[in-house]
């Protein structure tokens, strides 16, 4: 009964968070009306916790995501907090949380270049030193950016979150996981002096960068490695088929749940044989079932 | 009477109305931010509004740098050069922003989200046009901890604006403040022909009062109905002597006033003793090249200049008008040179590198104050020997010209670097100013990114340091120099340390144990902290004033609340973010 209760209210939550972003696209009837090439976007996630903390838009568990849209291109992004700095006392999803906004904020401001994604994301690290709260921690990061000029998809992606395209049912392109080691992805972090030498820090100019032009009704899916790490690419794959050239966004969203709920489940299966586990046994770890992790999902469709 | 026969001209003419927010910022004289940053930066004014109606310390807003009487009770600040000639309203700082359409101003929105209510006039421009029109003024106000959409009322005037310069007192407000966004809202002329009429003034409507402060007419014109009526001119048996000593104490507006009395008062004001401080600060929209002319006749023996503010020939819409004051500017100072001892050209667009080779030659000068003039990269050839003061905060210099300039006064006392980010080793820096300038008092390299743990170290050899503002400097690393300043440094009063994240009990509380003397601390950011080390400083600095414990995550709210009741006369701040109320 307990976990019914708690399965209800992560749903609504989820919906929550979903609802409010499909309605900032779907309602704003200048979007709509554009014959430009956008993207039409729908948001879904959990939180790893079973007990919810606090609700707060732009963010699952020590997920974070954004979507923004200016003149020149609309851009969307994922993060995820490295989730050891807990024992230093210090909050994993407050970096992660100030990354996303902080590019969100400078795409509001127009300051990024429409082809640059890395770019933006080292913008946005580097702004983070100047908050007078000291925001710690270390956070991977996607962000995918739709150059509305020449209909390309410019992309930056470091660590392990990522990104994956399809078109007529075809994955055409799917990001590259950076890793140190095995569970142990390329990150983004600002330690607390003196922690310097101990921590892992990738510069924001080593992100991959990629790009490629886009055809209407591509579908793109932008997701954290609790995703990736939970469903096979072609569950991923059949999902994601069902909203080749959606327009509307709440279809998009019924999607972006599924696919989301779907990821959430598995990873609490101990029996199930996620693409995780694969990659543990690959790497001479001997385990089985999901990987309980927070989940993002950003689903988004090419309107061209 | 003028007030009925003011029509709107929405009433006369087919306009359409439209409301429309920042489109960017043309110039701030103040702002919290490095220059390519977006945190607390006036870049946050452009576009709508994005943290209204949440109250709070957020970096999505546009923050000025000071706040409070502590800017101002600095050693270093600026004292004034001619103290009749002040501001009623004390405007410290301002703004100016750009809207994309041009309109007849009817409403203006400020979203105020931080410690509201320093802004005190609002002034209307064209952009292509020299005029400023004052839409509003009013006295500082005292507001209640809650964002607010100040609206004031606006005159009434049929002019046609698409620039706003908001000025700013915030010498009341207990913290910073912050804005979030501008609404201008009114009516935009449909056809070439209405914006022609308009813009020329054209469409015979009368304006409800005269452009220009009117606080200070008012007053004058209390005085003179008040004032009995003499039937003699006691005044013209006075001799010129006693006038003049009479005229000196007149702010600039009323010698001007008084020269227009008869021509032995004309010839009187004219005379040169009247002119040896000069502030044109407050004058700002009325100083033009004729302004100039006139002082150029009359400053052989000037002392004190103030050209703060007064650029308002920068605009596009005449190069040679530019150039004629430039020109003028220049002539100034050449006159000025020999007997010119303060001069403050503060955010002034004009000071280029021919201006300041005419300040170089200004041997004379104790007191430079160059806040905020970015047309300038080199410092020439020249430099000044007799330096005490040196404001050259927001600028470009580098490091090779400042250190010249050091090495050639070696009386400086009060130094400001802030935002200088041009210089690359600020530590080579430090280490000149230890071996040239043993007088200096007051040190502050506020958001210069290039001082080490080793330049800290070398402070603890400035013997006479009083004040010490290193905010923002030392952002990633541990220092260890604390120690020696705590040594070296026993007069210190004034210490900013904001944003030192890599800094701890033990390397502060020398200090706090040496430094008694200490009235201003400023500890924002850093975690580490703990309220063992504040509850000593608070006990033993007996005259300890503020403290700033802003972000401090080390110590929380109820304790500093604690503290708040059993030390009531030090100011302990305490800011806070709410980021994520969204209350939309």
């Known amino acids: 009964m307990h976990s019914l209760f708690v399965t209800g209210r992560l749903i609504s939550r989820a919906l929550f968070n979903g609802i409010h972003n499909s309605f900032s696209t779907a309602t704003d009837p200048k979007l709509q009306l554009k014959t430009e090439p956008h993207l039409v976007s729908a948001v879904c996630g959990f939180s790893k916790e079973r007990t919810i903390q606090r609700l707060v838009r732009g963010q699952f568990g020590d997920d974070a995501w954004f979507t923004a849209k200016y003149k020149s291109a609309d851009v969307l992004g994922v993060a995820d907090g490295v989730g050891g700095w807990r024992s230093y006392g210090i909050d994993p999803g407050e970096f992660s949380l100030h990354l996303m906004k902080t590019c969100e904020r400078l795409v509001n401001l127009g300051r990024f270049t429409p082809n640059n994604p890395s770019e933006l994301l080292a913008n946005s690290y580097y702004e983070l030193l100047h908050h007078k709260k000291a925001i710690l921690g270390s956070s991977t990061a996607c962000v995918v950016l739709l150059n509305r000029e020449n209909s390309t998809l410019y992309t930056a992606n470091i660590g392990d979150s990522g990104f994956m395209v399809v078109r007529k049912g075809r994955v055409i392109r799917r990001s590259e996981e950076q890793q140190h080691y095995f ?83 598995l990873s609490f299966d101990e029996t199930f044989v996620s693409p995780f586990a694969e990659r543990a046994f690959a790497n001479g770890i001997n385990t089985l079932g999901g990987k309980p992790d927070d989940i993002t999902v950003i689903l988004a469709t090419v309107a061209i | 009477m003028a007030n009925n026969t003011f029509i709107p001209v929405e009433n006369v003419f087919k306009m359409r109305y439209l409301e429309q927010f920042v489109h960017k910022v043309v110039h701030c004289s103040s702002r919290y931010s490095n220059q390519r940053n977006y945190s607390y930066s006036p870049i946050n004014l452009v576009g709508k509004y994005v943290k209204y109606p949440s109250y709070g310390d957020s970096p999505e807003a546009y923050f000025l740098r000071s706040y409070g009487k502590w800017w101002k009770d600095s050693i270093a600040a600026q004292k004034e050069y001619r103290p009749q000639d002040f501001d009623l309203l004390g405007a410290e700082d301002f703004i100016v922003v750009e809207f994309d359409c041009i309109v007849v101003p009817r409403e203006i929105f400020i979203y105020e989200i931080y410690h509201p209510g320093a802004v005190i006039r609002i002034w209307g421009r064209l952009r292509k046009d020299k005029k400023w029109y004052l839409l509003w003024e009013g006295f500082p106000q005292k507001c209640a901890a809650r964002s607010r959409k100040f609206s004031p009322p606006l005159r009434k005037y049929n002019c046609l604006i698409n620039l706003l310069r908001i000025e700013f007192n915030q010498n009341h407000l207990d913290y910073h403040t912050a804005i979030d966004a501008v ?73 001007s006033r008084c020269a227009q009395v008869n021509s032995r008062w004309n010839k009187l004001s004219q005379d040169q003793t009247l002119y040896q401080n000069i502030n044109l600060k407050i004058y700002w929209y009325l100083v033009d090249v004729n302004t100039l002319e006139y002082l ?7 002392k004190k200049l103030d050209l703060s ?59 430079l104050r160059l806040h905020h003039t970015f047309n300038w990269i080199r410092w020439p050839k020249d430099v000044l020997t007799k330096l005490v003061s040196l404001d050259l905060s927001m600028t470009n210099i580098i490091d090779q010209d400042l250190i010249q300039i050091l090495i050639a006064n070696p009386n400086l006392e009060h130094l400001v670097l802030d935002l200088c980010e041009q210089i690359i080793d600020m530590d080579f820096v430090v280490e000149t100013v230890i071996n040239f300038n043993k007088k200096l008092k007051a040190w502050s390299s506020w958001k210069t990114m290039s001082i080490t743990s080793e330049g800290v170290r070398k402070f603890g050899l400035c013997n006479n340091l009083e004040e010490l503002d290193l905010g923002w400097c030392l952002m990633n690393h541990v220092p260890d120099g604390l120690a020696e300043i705590a040594q070296g440094c026993r007069k210190l009063r004034r210490l900013i340390l904001s944003e030192w994240r890599g ?68 100011t302990i701040q305490r800011s806070c973010v709410y980021l994520y109320q969204n209350l939309n």
Not at chain 1, 197 to 223: K, T, W
Not at chain 2, 321 to 339: C, G, R
Request: aromatic letters at 8%.
């Open chain 2, 503 to 570: 800094i701890s009990d033990q390397l502060l509380m020398p200090l706090i144990l040496s430094c008694k003397e200490l009235t201003q601390i400023d500890l924002i950011g850093i975690k580490n902290i703990t309220s063992e080390l504040c509850e000593k400083a608070l006990y033993l600095l007996p005259k300890l004033r503020l403290l700033d414990l802003s972000f401090c995550d080390g110590i929380r709210q109820e304790e500093v609340e604690i503290w708040r009741q059993q030390y009531p006369h030090i």
């Open chain 2, 296 to 302: 150029l006749n009359k400053i052989k023996n000037i």
């Open chain 2, 309 to 367: 503010w007064c650029n308002e020939y920068q605009c596009d819409f005449s190069t040679r008008l530019h150039y004629d004051y430039h020109n003028k500017l220049q002539s100034v100072i050449e006159t000025a040179s020999k007997t010119l001892t303060h001069l403050s050209m503060n955010d002034n667009y004009f000071v280029d590198y021919d201006i300041l080779n005419e300040i170089s030659k200004c041997k004379e000068l104790v007191d």
């Open chain 1, 183 to 265: 569970n142990t992805p390329f990150q983004l972090s600002l330690p607390p002096p003196g922690y310097r030498a101990d921590v892992l820090s990738d510069r924001p100019e080593s992100a991959s960068s990629d790009n490629f032009p886009v055809e209407d009704g591509d579908v793109i899916l932008v997701a954290t490695d609790g995703v990736f790490d939970n469903l096979p690419q072609n569950i991923i794959l059949n999902e994601l088929l069902k909203c080749q050239g959606e327009r509307c966004a709440s279809r998009l969203q019924m999607v972006a749940n599924s696919i989301a709920w779907m990821a959430r489940s």
């Open chain 2, 183 to 255: 609404l201008l809202s009114g009516y935009e002329p449909e056809t070439e022909i209405t914006y022609e009429l308009i813009k020329n003034g054209l469409t015979q409507v009368r304006t409800e009062k005269p452009i220009g402060p009117t606080v200070n007419d008012f007053e004058l014109s209390d005085c003179d109905t008040d004032k009995p009526k003499c039937s003699r001119d006691v005044f013209s048996m006075l001799p010129d002597e006693i006038i003049l000593n009479i005229f000196q104490y007149l702010d600039l507006k009323s010698l």
